[in-house]
């Protein structure tokens, strides 16, 4: 019970509270409208921040917005996609998991920009312009200079009228010593005609193992599942189907293996991407990617003429800049791909739906999501389901867009012990209602090109298991079957 004299007090209280609410309420109902808002002081420290990844000169959005004079004409374009919440892109559900690549914008600022537009997208005293950070520069690296840097060896020309042209460089690092990798940045050369990129360290004991056609790559080929299309790997059209990879033993998958120094996809570990609207690779704060002396990195490029229609003969020379942390890290980060080689989307099926699944067996702490699949590519979920079989959803992408290969980067790890499950469910639109789709008339199975479809649930990882530096071991072995 509150006694008299101190009730009154309370009551006091929150009518001085709901007074001073309504006050600070009224004084700062509309505060952008009230105070006059330019482009130097107000619109451009947002820009810089949130829009600046995609919205540089000669970037994947096609118009800059990073000086006053480019944006001015886009004004009222601006107005509404700001408004309308469409830019900056996010695709996940806010509703699971917070992720630091967050690029929305808050509250306050959608209402400055607003006010901005409203009050004529004024440009305000140059003086007031802050400088833009460098990530602004036309062909600077976003993570400023790297401690190492490739290319893919030689200039790579790109021929008109070839939609897909999947090439791999190989180029040796020449490390004399292992090298731990805290982040990466993929720099395309040439954005009309680069759609994505993934870099690869091979091991010295790869490499000795590929030269002896031992390599796990090499085994994939020669078994029944795929074959090779040029430069391009298709599964093979009577390949057995299965939809529902979480339902067989397989996981859905000829081919899932963590990427660790044990195990690697078929070209390697993985070690960085690039897509439209991903960013750079920013490992989290006590882990990083080794590279072991003697390595090479493989360039795969995914060069496609989709989305940057170009004329004559286009060149090529993408860069890979790394960032070594000086001593090794508390936790090596691994990357598994959960995916199904073995769907088969009918004709005109509007929402078919793909799973695949992949157990840990050791303790691991989640770090990012990048779902991928192509142009019938609709939505993607990912869940966890717990030894004890409590089932959460991690990621749930409702909308996906082949445009925005994003990679989502959890705030805080989630923390999945020995014997948990990750399940991924993709669904896809192969109707005519899909205005992406290629062929609505086609059976489609796993392929490398853009106009076939893929279904992976890329997930990186840290080891939970103390302060291994060289003698981390995978934790994860999945299901893999090769058998089939
Ligand atoms: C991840 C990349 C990315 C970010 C971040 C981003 N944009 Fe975009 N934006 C694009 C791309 C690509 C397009 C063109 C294709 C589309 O509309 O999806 C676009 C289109 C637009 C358009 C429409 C242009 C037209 O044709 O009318 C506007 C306006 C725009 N963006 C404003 C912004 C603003 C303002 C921000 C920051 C608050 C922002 N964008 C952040 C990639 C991005």
Redesign the pocket.
């Known amino acids: 019970m509150i006694s008299k004299p101190n009730r009154i007090a309370v009551i006091l209280t929150s009518l001085l509270a709901m007074i001073a609410l309504s006050l600070t309420g009224l004084i700062s109902a509309d505060p952008t409208v009230k105070k006059e808002v330019t482009f130097n002081k107000d619109v451009a420290p947002?820009?810089y921040k949130?829009?600046?990844?995609?919205?540089r000169p000669n970037?994947?959005?096609?118009?800059s917005?990073m000086s006053y004079k480019d944006?001015r004409p886009?004004a009222r374009?601006?107005r509404?996609?700001?408004a309308g919440r469409?830019?900056?892109?996010w695709s996940p559900d806010p509703k699971y998991g917070e992720f630091l690549n967050d690029?929305r914008?808050a509250q306050k600022?959608v209402d400055t920009?607003l006010a901005w537009v409203d009050q004529g997208a004024r440009e305000g005293d140059p003086k007031e312009l802050g400088t833009p950070p460098e990530s602004v520069s036309t062909t600077g690296w976003q993570l400023g200079k790297p401690d190492a840097e490739f290319d893919i060896g030689k200039e790579f020309t790109v021929k008109p009228g070839n939609p897909d042209t999947i090439e791999n460089f190989i180029v040796p690092t020449n490390f004399k010593e292992d090298k731990w990798v805290t982040s990466a940045e993929i720099l395309p050369g040439n954005r009309k005609v680069v759609h994505h990129v993934i870099a690869f360290i091979q091991t010295p004991e790869m490499i000795a193992q590929f030269q002896k056609g031992e390599g796990r790559a090499r085994a994939m080929m020669e078994s029944k599942v795929f074959y090779r299309e040029g430069t391009l790997t298709k599964v093979k059209a009577d390949a057995p189907i299965i939809d529902d990879g979480c339902g067989d033993p397989s996981g859905g998958s000829a081919f899932q293996q963590p990427s660790t120094s044990e195990g690697g996809d078929a070209f390697g570990l993985l070690l960085a991407g690039y897509a439209?609207?991903k960013?750079v690779d920013i490992f989290p704060p006590g882990t990083a990617k080794k590279i072991p002396a003697g390595s090479m990195i493989v360039f795969q490029m995914h060069y496609s003429s989709y989305g940057g229609k170009f004329e004559g003969e286009q060149g090529d020379r993408t860069r890979l800049g790394l960032h070594f942390s000086s001593k090794p890290p508390e936790r090596s980060l691994n990357t598994v791909g959960i995916q199904n080689h073995f769907f088969k989307i009918l004709p005109g099926a509007a929402n078919h739906e793909v799973t695949a699944c992949y157990t840990f067996d050791g303790n691991v702490r989640l770090v990012s999501f990048m779902p991928h699949m192509h142009l019938r590519g609709k939505d993607m979920k990912y869940e966890a389901l717990y030894p004890d079989g409590r089932r959460e959803t991690l990621l749930w992408v409702p909308k996906f867009?082949f445009?925005?290969q994003?990679m989502y980067y959890l705030k805080k790890p989630v923390f999945l012990p020995k014997g948990a499950k990750v399940i991924i469910t993709a669904h896809f639109d192969n109707s005519d209602k899909n205005k992406y789709n290629p062929d609505p008339q086609k059976a489609i199975r796993w392929g490398d090109p853009t106009y076939e479809e893929m279904m992976i649930g890329w997930m990186e990882y840290a080891l939970d298991s103390g302060a291994g530096t060289d003698k981390v071991q995978p934790a994860a072995t999945g299901q893999t079957s090769q058998k089939r």
């Open positions: 947002i820009f949130n829009c600046a990844e995609c919205h970037d994947i959005a096609p118009m917005l944006a886009w374009s601006i509404e996609k700001v469409e830019m900056p892109p690029h914008l600022d920009i439209p609207g960013g867009s445009n925005w994003a």
